[in-house]
C-alpha cells in the first residue's frame, strides 16, 4: 500500500517535466452517447449498460429497476453520479438502485470508469457510471416519442429546450407502465412465485396487477451572468408506483426520488486559472415496500418497511494549466442520510436503519500531462469520514481514506496503443452494513473495517480503417472486503480478502462501408484468500461466468440501421454455495432491432428481443439479497423476460 502512494506521489511530481498541453486523457472508461435515442425498450439504464459495456453485468431484481454489477461488485463498491450529483437508493435490499433513479429518455451520454481509476468522485472501489443528461441547446427544438411493446408496455416521453446565448431552458417528462412480462415458458412474474414460494404468493386481488408505472419530470435552466460566467440549476423527480419484485417478500409501494443541482462556473479567470465551479446538490429517496399485495399480509398483518435517504453535498472544483500539466483540484463536504421505520398493520415495531448521517470531508488532486508518446494521468483523494447512529446504543465510527492512482497511454503509433494503470481506492462500510436491522436483531456489524482495493489494469486498444479492438486485463486485491455470512443469525457482515481477475474484450470489423460484425466478451474469476468462519467455500458470489456477444450491423441508409444479435453465457457453476448461490445453466438469446428514419424528423424503431423464447435465468442468488425461500430451502430464482417485441416513433424539430 505504501509503495503504490509513493509511486502515485512520484508521477504527479514527474509530470512538472514538460511544456505540453493535455486536454483530459480517457482513463480505461467506455462512454456510450445518444442514449435517449437509442434505448427503446425501456427507461432501465441496468439492461442498456449490461449489453453494451463488457464489464458490466445486470441484476434482475423486477421488470424495471434493476441493477447492476462492475467486475463482479456492486452496491456501494460503484460510485454512481447524475450530472455530478452522488445518488444512493433507500431500499437496504436495493429496489432502487441509484442507476433507477434516472431514466434512459433523460440521458445523453453514460462513461463507465472499470476500475478504481477516477479520484474527482467519492467510492470509485470496483468503477463509475457518470450519467449525463440533456442539457438545453440554442434555439428551439423538441423531441417527442411514442412506445409501446409487448405485456401492455406503454411509454410517451416529451423533450423540449431552447433559448439564446444567454439564458436556455430544457423541459422533459415521460410517463411509463407495463404488465408483468412472460418467461420463455409463458408464466407471468405472478405465477413464477406461485411455482416456486405459493406461501408468499400474490393474493387474488393483485395476481394480475401491472408489473410498474413510472413517471419522469426534469427541467434546466442555463444563465450566462457576466462574460465567461454561467449559472447553472436543475431539478429531477421520479415517481415509480406499485412495482412488483416477485422474488423478494415486500413489493414497492412508491419510489419517489427528487435531485436538485445548482452550479456557478467562472471561466478564464487567469492564463493559468482555467475555471472554478461551486456546486451545491441535494438527493431525495423516500421508498417504502410491504406485503399488502401477498397472501402473508392476509396471515399475519401488513408489514412495511419505510425507508428514506438522503445526500447533501458543496463542491468546489478548480481547473489549471501550469506549464502545460492540466490540473484539476477539488474540496467537497457532504453528508449521506439513511433512515427506516418497521410497521404491522400501521403500529411502531421498530427501526429498520436508526436515521444514520455520514459525513464527509474530501480533497484530490487529478494532473494530465503529455511526454511525447506517453499520456500520463495520476490522482489522489483524501476523505475523512464520520459515521453518527441516531441511536446512541450503536458505535459512532470515523475514517481517514486514502485513495490514488497512475494511469498511463503509450501511443505505438497512430493506430496502436498500449495502456496501464495501477491504483488504491478506499470507502467506508454503509449504514446498512452497520446496522441494518430485522425482527430486533442487529444483521449489520458495527465493527467493519473500510474495504481497500489495489488494482493492476493492462491493455492494447486498436483503431484502424476497417477495425477496432480493444483489449483489457484486470487484477483486483481487495482488502477489508464486505461479505455477508449465511450461516450466522446475526452480526452477519464481515470483511474479508480476496482476489478478483479477469479480461474484456470488444471490436467492430466493418466488412464493407455498410456492413459491420461487433464482438464483445468478458471473463472474469474470484477468491476468498480463506473461507469464512464455519464454511468450506473460497468462490466469491456475484461473478457471472464467461458471457460474449456478437452482433451484425447493417446501415442501410442515413441514419438507419439493422442488428442482429447474439448474447451467450457458459453454465455459472463456479459459485459460493455456502452463501446462497446456485448453479444455473449456459444459455443463448437472439435478439433484432431496426431504426428507420424517414427523414431528419421521424425515425420509427422496431425490435424483438429473446426471438427464440427461450426460458433463461441471468441472476443468481447471493444471501447479500433477502430472496424468498421455495420448497427445497433454496433461494427463488427470476426467470428472464420471454419473446417481447417493442416499437417506438419518435419526432424530433
Not at 596 to 624: C, E, P, W
Amino acid at each position: 500500500m505504501k509503495k503504490h502512494i509513493l509511486l502515485s506521489f512520484a508521477v504527479l511530481a514527474s509530470l512538472q517535466a514538460e511544456n505540453v498541453i493535455l486536454d483530459d486523457i480517457n482513463v480505461d472508461s467506455t462512454v456510450i452517447n445518444d442514449v435517449a435515442q437509442n434505448a427503446k425498450v425501456s427507461a432501465d439504464l441496468g439492461e442498456v449498460l449490461s449489453k453494451d459495456i463488457p464489464s458490466v453485468d445486470m441484476v434482475r431484481r423486477s421488470g424495471i429497476a434493476n441493477d447492476i454489477k462492475i467486475r463482479g461488485q456492486k452496491r456501494d463498491n460503484i460510485s454512481v453520479t447524475v450530472d455530478g450529483t452522488k445518488v444512493y437508493g433507500a431500499c437496504p435490499n436495493r429496489m432502487d438502485p441509484p442507476i433507477s433513479h434516472v431514466l434512459s429518455n433523460n440521458v445523453q451520454k453514460i462513461e463507465v470508469i472499470e476500475g478504481p481509476y477516477d479520484v474527482t468522485e467519492y467510492g470509485t472501489i470496483a468503477g463509475g457510471v457518470k450519467i449525463t443528461t440533456k442539457s438545453p441547446q440554442k434555439g428551439f427544438h423538441g423531441d417527442v416519442s411514442f412506445g409501446g411493446g409487448s405485456w401492455g408496455y406503454k411509454k410517451l416521453s416529451a423533450s423540449f429546450d431552447g433559448g439564446t446565448d444567454r439564458l436556455r431552458m430544457l423541459v422533459a417528462g415521460s410517463t411509463e407502465s407495463s404488465e408483468q412480462y412472460k418467461d420463455g415458458d409463458g408464466n407471468t412474474l405472478a405465477e413464477q412465485v406461485d411455482l416456486n414460494a405459493p406461501k408468499v404468493a400474490y393474493t387474488p386481488q393483485y395476481h394480475d396487477m401491472d408489473a410498474y408505472s413510472k413517471k419522469s419530470f426534469m427541467t434546466k435552466l442555463l444563465l450566462k451572468t457576466f462574460e465567461n460566467q454561467e449559472l447553472k440549476a436543475s431539478y429531477t423527480a421520479n415517481r415509480s408506483d406499485k412495482v412488483m419484485y416477485p422474488n423478494t417478500p415486500m413489493d414497492a409501494y412508491y419510489d419517489d426520488s427528487d435531485i436538485y443541482d445548482v452550479e456557478y462556473e467562472i471561466k478564464n479567470l487567469a492564463s493559468w486559472y482555467k475555471s472554478a465551479v461551486l456546486e451545491y446538490y441535494k438527493t431525495e429517496v423516500d421508498h417504502p415496500m410491504g406485503t399488502l399485495y401477498r397472501k402473508t399480509s392476509v396471515m399475519m398483518g401488513e408489514m412495511v418497511n419505510h425507508m428514506w435517504s438522503s445526500m447533501e453535498a458543496v463542491k468546489l472544483k478548480n481547473r489549471f494549466n501550469f506549464s502545460g500539466i492540466t490540473t484539476d483540484f477539488g474540496l467537497e463536504t457532504g453528508k449521506r442520510n439513511w433512515d427506516g421505520t418497521y410497521t404491522l398493520n400501521d403500529a411502531f415495531k421498530g427501526k429498520s436503519i436508526d436515521n444514520v448521517d455520514t459525513k464527509n470531508y474530501s480533497a484530490y488532486l487529478k494532473l494530465d500531462k503529455a511526454i511525447g508518446n506517453f499520456d500520463l494521468s495520476g490522482g489522489v483523494r483524501y476523505d475523512k469520514s464520520e459515521i453518527r447512529p441516531d441511536n446512541a446504543k450503536l458505535k459512532d465510527r470515523d475514517f481517514d481514506s486514502l485513495s490514488a492512482n497512475i494511469f498511463t497511454n503509450y501511443h505505438i503509433n497512430n493506430m496502436n496503443k498500449i495502456f496501464f494503470g495501477i491504483a488504491q481506492a478506499q470507502r467506508v462500510p454503509d449504514a446498512r452494513e452497520l446496522y441494518f436491522k430485522k425482527k430486533g436483531k442487529i444483521l449489520g456489524t458495527q465493527d467493519l473495517d473500510q474495504v481497500t482495493n489495489h488494482e493492476i489494469d493492462l491493455g492494447y486498444k486498436y483503431e484502424g480503417d476497417n477495425a477496432d479492438i480493444k483489449i483489457k486485463a484486470f487484477y483486483s486485491m481487495l482488502s477489508d472486503y464486505i461479505y455477508i455470512n449465511a450461516k450466522k443469525m446475526a452480526s452477519k457482515m464481515e470483511n474479508i480478502d480476496a482476489t478478483i481477475y479477469g479480461t474484456e474484450l470488444s471490436g467492430t470489423y466493418y466488412a464493407t462501408d455498410t456492413l459491420s460484425l461487433e464482438a464483445s466478451a468478458s471473463y472474469k474469476k474470484g477468491k476468498k484468500d480463506k473461507p469464512l468462519e464455519g464454511q468450506s467455500d473460497k468462490d466469491l458470489a456475484d461473478i457471472t461466468p464467461l458471457q460474449g456477444r456478437v452482433g451484425v450491423v447493417y446501415d442501410y441508409a442515413p441514419r438507419s440501421y439493422a442488428r442482429l444479435d447474439l448474447t451467450m453465457r457458459d453454465k455459472w457453476d463456479r459459485i459460493d454455495s455456502d452463501n446462497g448461490e446456485q448453479e444455473l445453466d449456459s444459455w443463448s438469446v437472439l435478439d433484432f432491432k431496426a431504426k428507420h428514419s424517414f427523414n431528419r424528423n421521424i425515425d420509427l424503431t422496431l425490435g424483438v428481443n429473446n426471438i427464440l423464447d427461450k426460458t433463461y435465468i441471468r441472476s443468481n442468488t447471493y444471501a447479500d439479497l433477502t430472496l424468498l425461500s421455495t420448497g427445497s430451502n433454496e433461494k427463488m430464482i427470476l426467470n428472464e423476460p420471454g419473446r417481447y417485441f417493442y416499437a417506438s416513433f419518435d419526432l424530433h424539430f
